[in-house]
């Protein structure tokens, strides 16, 4: 089943209340569009994902696109600035998204912006980029930015029916190694690092044992550990939060009295 018929299933479900499948549905199909439409909102007939919001209780409403050729046509009107000037992939993703939906969005912004006899032209790295992750972006090394970390709430991957025999699992997509890779101005990549993960996080361990660049204590049993705020907040929601809670996203130093949590749970 293709995203378009997906969506018009989950349009069905969510306005037919006499007949919300349609005639030979199978069960296990019947069950993933229910589960899938909690995720979604029909207003006027027209059908919107509703997208949690980061650090916010309330929902985006984005409204579905169903036909590929609005598609295109959203995406080329996204990708075009003012004086015929041409947006990035991720400006225009950005602008793309905040009104519209429809799964595998970024990758039809990729596929058009890799048809863009423009874009195409500014890969000759002419002009010096200043901005790392475009600089990424341009390469094809693209960060993962979680653009469409939401998109798999969805759960339209797999609407069509699958036999209860002996089925193959589904295959994994491997999951790719954060390198520091070294590249001429041209683009061509020369030489990479695939320890560098591990040299970034013994470069910080360094710093909290030399308290170099710390900028918060934590309080644990009358003893005093020193840490840095953006690992424990990249590391635990529950730092992140409490860090925003207490207004302790600036620069300067934080105190932090764990005294009542067990070390283990948060060290």
Avoid at 155 to 166: G, Q
Avoid at 177 to 185: C, Q
Avoid at 192 to 201: D, F, G, I, N, Y
Wanted: with cysteine; glycine share 4%; charged share 30%.
């Amino acid at each position: 089943m293709s995203s378009e018929e997906s969506y018009r299933a989950i349009l069905r479900y969510l306005t037919n209340e006499c007949e919300p499948y349609a005639p030979g549905t199978e069960g296990n199909v019947k069950r993933k569009i229910r589960k899938a439409a909690a995720c979604y909102v029909v207003r006027d007939g027209t059908l919107y994902y509703q997208r949690r919001q980061r650090h916010r209780k309330t929902f985006a409403e984005l409204e579905v696109v169903l036909q590929p050729e609005r598609r295109w046509g959203l995406i080329e009107a996204a990708h075009l600035g003012p004086g015929g000037t041409h947006h990035t992939q991720h400006q225009t993703w950005h602008d793309l998204s905040k009104t519209y939906w429809w799964r595998g969005i970024l990758k039809q912004v990729k596929d058009y912006i890799k048809q863009c006899s423009k874009c195409q032209e500014k890969l000759d790295r002419s002009r010096p980029i200043s901005d790392a992750s475009e600089m990424l972006e341009e390469l094809g090394l693209d960060l993962e930015s979680g653009e469409e970390s939401n998109e798999s709430e969805d759960d339209l991957s797999n609407f069509t029916s699958t036999p209860t025999t002996a089925s193959k699992p589904a295959k994994k997509k491997p999951i790719s190694k954060h390198e520091l890779v070294f590249v001429d101005t041209k683009g061509v990549v020369k030489r990479s690092s695939p320890k560098h993960c591990q040299a970034v996080l013994k470069q910080l361990n360094e710093q909290r044992l030399s308290n170099q660049f710390c900028d918060v204590t934590l309080l644990i049993e009358g003893e005093e550990y020193k840490a840095h705020k953006s690992v424990l907040s990249a590391n635990s929601e529950y730092f992140r939060d409490l860090f925003i809670e207490k207004g302790a996203i600036s620069s300067h130093e934080a105190v932090v009295d764990l005294s009542e949590r067990r070390r283990e749970r948060e060290l």
